[in-house]
């Protein structure tokens, strides 16, 4: 099984400022690796697939970059409506894993 | 509009049985593969099992494996699991998930969830 470790564990940001969530696989998933937000209370919904493609209707200031074992997803300049947890999701090998989350707060 | 529409949550005793659905509506069902993925409360994220869009193919989580069986029916546009000898740690709120457009295997539409609760 693929171990995705996602760090930091939280993040404390203001309005405004960038933010670099870190997801490193055990072993190489390629680019197939995609982000997820969550808000309390709420599902998830997918932000960016394979790396670095944004899902239909995902702001342009997030994005992803990173290949083999290690990504990044950076919010360019963060939103109160950003706030939220996020996730990482393997898709190169069965089971698919999901990350433990970086919870990005106020700060 | 899209929807899924998860029920079936409710609170069982360890070695029980229960049934989740899942219906969907607002885009082609049978065209899509479908997951399940459970969340304990205030945990992570945990795929627990796919199934392609003719049923002809299923893949399960390890935990729940020869435990659980997921199924759809195609013409009633609704997604099933079936849990059985559930455990403590089965307990989670369960959700219904849609396989993206640009890929059968990230979660591209997700229902609101059901909980299901394992206690005695």
């Known amino acids: 099984e693929i171990v995705l470790t996602q760090s930091p564990a939280t993040l404390s940001l203001s309005p405004g400022e960038r933010a670099s969530l870190s997801c490193r696989a055990s072993?190489?998933?390629?680019?197939?690796l995609a982000w997820y937000q969550q808000k309390p209370g709420q599902a998830p919904r997918l932000l960016i697939y394979d790396a670095s493609n944004r899902a239909t209707g995902i702001p342009a200031r997030f994005s992803g970059s990173g290949s083999g074992t290690d990504f990044t997803l950076t919010i360019s300049s963060l939103e109160p409506e950003d706030f939220a947890v996020y996730y990482c999701q393997q898709r190169s090998n069965w089971p698919l894993t999901f990350g433990g989350g970086t919870k990005v707060e106020i700060k | 509009e899209e929807q899924l529409v998860e029920s079936g949550g409710v609170l069982v005793q360890p070695g029980g049985s229960l049934r989740l659905s899942c219906v969907a509506s607002g885009f082609t069902f049978s065209s899509y593969w479908m997951h399940w993925v459970r969340q304990a409360p205030g945990k992570g994220l945990v795929w627990v099992s796919r199934?392609?869009?003719?049923?002809?193919?299923?893949t399960y989580a390890d935990s729940v494996k020869g435990r659980f069986t997921i199924s759809r029916d195609n013409a009633k546009n609704t997604l099933y699991l079936e849990m059985n000898n559930l455990r403590a740690e089965d307990t989670a709120t369960y959700y219904c998930?849609?396989?993206?457009?640009?890929?059968?295997?990230?979660?591209?539409?997700w229902g609101q969830g059901t909980l299901v609760t394992v206690s005695s």
């Open positions: 998930v849609r396989g993206s457009r640009e890929s059968y295997n990230y979660g591209g539409y």
């Open positions: 072993q190489s998933v390629s680019r197939y």
């Open positions: 199934i392609n869009s003719d049923e002809s193919s299923t």
